[in-house]
């Protein structure tokens, strides 16, 4: 069965940091790229950052640039967001998407399945 686990969500206060990790199973992320969403309640889902299936490429929306890093182990079938300087606007829920393509984009519609989400909450 082919799936995406994120993990490493959790409640942090503005200007804290946390690590979202993205396992895959049941097959291997080496020839797809990965992208990590957000969806806020009430908001569409929206594209974060992606990286290609190689590692080489990397794309962030303009509102985590400079504060938001993807990387990828394909030797673990890892794929990592760190994000730095939390504000209260990135609260939602995270959710990581592969797509079969070396290239990456932050259109959801071309992201062929995904993990099930983890909270992250920034607040005071």
């Known amino acids: 069965q082919l799936q995406l686990v994120e993990s490493g969500g959790g409640l942090v206060q503005p200007g804290g940091s946390l690590r979202l990790s993205c396992a895959a199973s049941g097959f291997t992320l080496d020839y797809y790229a990965i992208g990590w969403f957000r969806q806020a309640p009430g908001k569409e889902r929206e594209g974060v950052s992606c990286i290609s299936s190689s590692g080489g490429s990397t794309k962030y929306a303009d509102s985590v640039k400079g504060r938001f890093t993807i990387s990828r182990d394909n030797r673990k079938n890892m794929v990592y967001l760190q994000m730095n300087s939390l504000k209260p606007e990135d609260t939602a829920v995270y959710y990581c998407?592969?797509?079969?393509?070396?290239?990456?984009?932050?259109?959801?519609?071309?992201?062929?399945?995904w993990g099930q989400g983890t909270q992250v909450s920034v607040s005071s």
């Open positions: 998407g592969a797509d079969p393509t070396n290239y990456c984009t932050l259109m959801t519609e071309e992201y062929d399945f």
